[in-house]
């Protein structure tokens, strides 16, 4: 599956290739990019909206530890010509604090700012992939 490779991926080349095609597919009208997290809750997505550091991408983790599917982390794109939340991808950038106050293993280590540590989670079991009306 193509997510077993991301482990071999520089972190910065992750970011471009995730911002890239989003960047691409929005500038054609049809799609609406939000700064937050998506996960699908009873059917429907629901996007999780905040400021860098309010924590979406924790939320969405533990939703996930409630059996709800991650659709997106960071940038859920919306398709407004079908009123659809499209799916991402499998992948979060979680501090180690919110993976060990969620119990959840850390992946390899991202980046340091003032002394935290970000972890990649790869969770492609928590993932929903297909396109979700919000």
Known sequence: MWFSVWGAVPDRLVDEIHAGPFA?????????????????????????????????????AALTLRGHKMLANGVTVVDTARAEALPAFPRQKLWRSTLDALGLQAGRRLRSEDSFDKFERLAPESFHPAPTTP
Do not use: F, W
């Not at 996960?39 to 400021?51: K, M, N, T």
């Open 24 to 60: 691409r597919y929005a500038a054609n009208g049809d799609v609406l990019p939000l700064h937050a997290s998506c996960v699908e809750i009873g059917g429907r997505a629901v996007a999780l909206a905040g400021e860098s550091g309010a924590g979406k991408s924790t939320l969405a």
